[in-house]
């Protein structure tokens, strides 16, 4: 197995933001220090998403062998055993990570395991397949939460989720939202979404992005760098989703479905903004958009 055919399997352009998802979590649910707890879960969440899209490969070896078979697992430079080892032995290590971190987050760590494989091998060609996957999302946020919950002010006990501060609750509905949305958008990715399917996306991450104002005048008070953190992903965007408007080809849906996975860190920033994390951390966060960019110039996002 080459390093290139293991980057390649794992969607290395992808594990940037799900390292940024728990740099996030552990600002937002108080952590205000570098720590190894926080390195700790960043590794546990970069290695998480790296054996979900193996796993994806492995799910979708007999579609790939037909319209894509120049990936690792049909072209035989991954073989499928090693797949699974490779998926398995990664979330293992992850699952230790988080133990090591705090020995509440490799429950949640267990359920984000759980989640993954419910999403590559029940839900994802069904309806349920985009909140599935928002749901993995979300939970690895959660884990990143989980590092550090004791030390957000007034916390309520973990198993009580009813009386978490809303803004919080806010960030979690928010990443779920943006990744389902963008899931449902990659399904058709291969043959190219009809103009309908694509104008049902552009209205829910219209409907995402209204959300967010709301949700400030309703729920909290916006911090003032809130709003550039907001329009700044508007208009990293808004290329793409002009493109995506006038034409849902295959061409135009990957290159959607990639800048919104490789700005998931700016969804990760406005949350944390909101949720009243000191500036120098929640801007902090945008800098996983750089390695992201870096190597998706020469390996596929989805």
Do not use: Q
């Not at 933001?17 to 720590?35: E, H, I, K, Q, W």
């Not at 949640?108 to 419910?118: E, P």
């Not at 599935?132 to 009580?160: D, E, K, V, Y």
């Amino acid at each position: 197995m080459k390093g290139r055919d293991f980057l390649s399997l794992v969607r290395v352009p992808t594990v940037f933001s799900s390292m940024s998802n728990a740099y996030a979590g552990y600002f937002l649910a108080g952590g205000r220090a570098l720590s190894p707890r926080l390195v700790a879960g960043i590794l546990a969440a970069g290695l998480f998403i790296m054996a979900g899209m193996a796993l994806n490969d492995v799910a979708d070896k007999d579609v790939d062998a037909r319209e894509r078979p120049d990936r690792p697992i049909p072209s035989g430079a991954i073989p499928l055993g090693l797949a699974w080892s490779l998926s398995l032995g990664m979330m293992a290590v992850g699952l230790i990570l988080l133990g090591l971190a705090n020995p509440v987050s490799v429950w949640i760590g267990a359920a984000l395991c759980l989640a993954i494989f419910a999403y590559n091998f029940l839900l994802k060609g069904s309806a349920l397949g985009p909140a599935a996957m928002g749901l993995c999302r979300a939970l690895n946020l959660l884990a990143g939460i989980s590092l550090t919950w004791s030390a957000l002010p007034g916390a309520a006990a973990f198993s009580h989720p009813e009386a978490w501060p809303k803004p919080l609750l806010a960030a979690l509905i928010s990443l779920w939202a943006y990744i389902a949305l963008v899931t449902f958008l990659a399904r058709d990715e291969v043959g190219g979404n009809t103009r309908r399917r694509a104008m049902i996306y552009l209205g829910g991450l219209a409907a995402w992005f209204i959300a967010w104002p709301i949700a400030g005048l309703t729920w909290f008070r916006n911090e003032p760098f809130m709003a550039p953190a907001w329009l700044a992903l508007a208009m990293f965007l808004r290329g793409p989703l002009r493109n995506l408007a006038s034409d849902p080809s295959p061409k135009n849906t990957g290159k959607m479905v990639g800048a919104m996975l490789r700005f998931v860190p700016l969804v990760d920033v406005i949350a944390m903004l909101a949720n009243h994390v000191p500036p120098a951390y929640a801007l902090a966060g945008a800098l996983w958009i750089v390695p992201a960019f870096a190597v998706g110039k020469w390996f596929y996002s989805t």
